[in-house]
C-alpha cells in the first residue's frame, strides 16, 4: 500500500486522488497512521461485505468538523 503524510496530501491532493483511483494510499500525521484514502470503486466493493448496506451520501457544506458533524 503506498503511503503518504498528511503534509504531503495537502499540498498534492490532485496526486493523493490519482493514486487512491489505483490503490488505496494510508495517510500518516506526525508518523502515525490515521487515514486510508480510496477510491468510490473499491468502497462499494468493501460495503458490500457489510452486513449493513448504507448509501453513500455526499453533502455541500460551509464547514465540516473533523468528527463528521457539519456546521453551517
Given at each position: 500500500m503506498q503511503s503518504m503524510?498528511?503534509?504531503e496530501a495537502k499540498y498534492g491532493f490532485g496526486r493523493l486522488i490519482d493514486l487512491a483511483r489505483?490503490?488505496?494510499?494510508?495517510?500518516?500525521?506526525?508518523?502515525?497512521?490515521v487515514v486510508?484514502?480510496?477510491s468510490v470503486e473499491e468502497y462499494t466493493k468493501l460495503k458490500s461485505h457489510d452486513v449493513v448496506d448504507d448509501s453513500i451520501?455526499?453533502?455541500?457544506?460551509?464547514?465540516?468538523d473533523p468528527n463528521g458533524v457539519e456546521k453551517n
Open positions: 503524510s498528511a503534509k489505483a490503490a488505496p494510499v494510508l495517510v500518516a500525521k506526525h508518523g502515525r497512521p486510508v484514502v480510496m451520501k455526499i453533502t455541500k457544506s460551509k464547514t465540516a
